[in-house]
């Protein structure tokens, strides 16, 4: 199947700090990826639809300008975390759909002190 | 009352048990119906993927979908340890666009 990476797997920031991680799609293009997150022992939740050369969709109860999306090209999407607070703290999974399948990132793991 | 409920567990099982994981949904207009497998600390991967009512089967794994009541089954026969592991069931109106999880069930297998 189609593979999808995710960069870095796992990062530890300070309260107040911003951080990106990048979803690449690394043999088919994809102009709609979508960005889920993930708290321990719980599902995944939706948070926003990346759209290659338009804004970002965002889930309701999800601020836009905490959780920035920037999908630059048909290859990668990348997610900012902006003035990150523990509560922050997660799992955070990107994937990339087929007419008939998410192709899902392995996640990272964002720890914010 | 969440769109998709799924039992949390945990299970646990002995080797070459049948097991039996579960969802219901509220949303009718759910059409697309998937099973996916995710180990701990890994992203999700698909097991089976299913349009409208019926079955499913693909080696040990099978898949049932009833939308009159709502409710999508996966069943494991013959289940090794290596099937432990956290089961997701997902739905979604229109193929692999948006998707809905249920909150999963963690698996295990006990040799």
């Known amino acids: 199947g189609a593979v999808v990476s995710q960069h870095p797997s796992w990062v530890i920031c300070k309260s107040g700090t911003s951080v990106k991680i990048e979803c690449r799609s690394l043999d088919f293009q994809a102009t709609t990826m979508f960005w889920y997150r993930q708290f321990p022992k719980q599902s995944l939740m939706l948070m926003a639809t990346?759209?290659?050369?338009?804004?970002?969709?965002?889930e309701q109860g999800v601020e836009k300008d905490k959780f920035l999306i920037n999908h630059a090209s048909l290859t990668l999407s990348t997610l900012t975390v902006t003035s990150a607070h523990p509560e922050d703290s997660s799992f955070y999974i990107c994937?990339?759909?087929?007419?008939?399948?998410?192709?899902f990132g392995p996640g990272t793991r964002l720890t914010v002190t | 009352q969440k769109e998709v409920e799924q039992d949390p567990g945990p299970l646990s099982v002995p080797e070459g048990a049948i097991v039996s994981l579960n969802c219901t949904y509220s949303n009718s207009a759910f059409q697309y119906f998937m099973w996916y497998r995710q180990y701990s600390r890994k992203g999700p991967e698909l097991l089976m993927y299913t349009y409208s009512s019926g079955n499913k089967e693909d080696g040990r794994f099978t898949a049932q979908v009833d939308k009159s009541s709502k409710y999508i089954s996966l069943f494991i026969r013959d289940s090794q340890p290596s099937d432990s592991a956290t089961y997701l069931c997902?739905?979604?109106?229109?193929?692999?666009?948006?998707?809905?999880f249920g909150q999963g069930t963690r698996l295990t297998i006990n040799p």
């Open positions: 994937s990339a759909p087929s007419p008939y399948e998410q192709y």
């Open positions: 997902a739905m979604s109106l229109q193929g692999a666009q948006k998707l809905v």
């Open positions: 990346s759209n290659e050369g338009s804004k970002a969709t965002y």
